[in-house]
């Protein structure tokens, strides 16, 4: 059974930070990719970072580099996203997401989180 459950969004104002959280089933975290994408309303989830199966650098949209870091504890099988210096258009519910890959295509996506909510104000 793979389990994926973020917390951690909420609302914030421009150039704010956030921390999400991905607490995520032992399974999860040491058989696949691992990593977090965004959605808004009317449109497909877009990939925001992640690691490859067995960790290694990790990945990130270009939209968001430089801003935000995806990091992981094997030791309670987590996986984190800060989110420093946050704009508008960073509002979008966010998920936590397990695949064998992890690349910006969402259909690559075996199992998901339930999302949680940033809204960033201006």
């Known amino acids: 059974q793979v389990r994926l459950a973020e917390s951690g969004g909420g609302l914030v104002q421009t150039g704010g930070s956030l921390r999400l959280s991905c607490a995520a089933s032992a399974r999860a975290f040491s058989t696949y990719a691992t990593g977090w994408f965004r959605q808004i309303p009317g449109k497909e989830r877009e990939f925001v970072a992640a690691f490859q199966r067995g960790g290694g650098s990790p990945s990130y949209a270009d939209s968001v580099k430089g801003r935000f870091t995806i990091s992981r504890d094997s030791s309670k099988s987590a996986i984190y996203l800060q989110m420093d210096n946050l704009k508008p258009e960073d509002t979008a519910i966010y998920y936590c997401?397990?695949?064998?890959?992890?690349?910006?295509?969402?259909?690559?996506?075996?199992?998901w989180g339930q999302g949680t909510q940033v809204t960033v104000s201006s």
């Open positions: 997401a397990a695949g064998p890959v992890m690349y910006s295509n969402p259909r690559l996506v075996n199992y």
